[in-house]
């Protein structure tokens, strides 16, 4: 049973990464079309490794520490 639900997690995890790629490519409005256009492109043919690049790429910006 363990591993069963260890697979299907392995299975959702690339689908969800995916997905949260594609709503921050949707939603940011500095990009132009083309480049809206290649994120998806990569995020799709390269599955895991495209989204964790267009995640890292959008992550939010840090607060300044102040030192």
Same mark, same amino acid.
Do not use: Y
């Given at each position: 049973?363990?591993?069963? #639900?260890? $697979?299907? !997690?392995?299975? !959702? =995890?690339?689908?969800?990464?995916?997905? *949260?790629?594609?709503? $921050?490519? +949707? *939603?940011?409005?500095?990009?132009? *079309?083309? /480049?809206?256009? &290649? /994120? $998806?492109? $990569?995020?799709? #043919?390269?599955? #895991? &490794?495209?989204? =964790? =690049?267009? #995640?890292?790429? +959008? *992550? !939010?910006?840090?607060?300044?520490?102040?030192?």
């Amino acid at each position: 049973m363990d591993v069963v #639900l260890l $697979l299907l !997690a392995a299975c !959702a =995890i690339p689908p969800g990464f995916n997905i *949260r790629a594609c709503v $921050l490519i +949707h *939603r940011d409005d500095l990009s132009e *079309r083309s /480049q809206k256009l &290649f /994120q $998806l492109l $990569l995020v799709w #043919l390269v599955p #895991l &490794f495209g989204a =964790i =690049i267009v #995640l890292w790429v +959008h *992550r !939010a910006d840090e607060e300044p520490s102040g030192t």
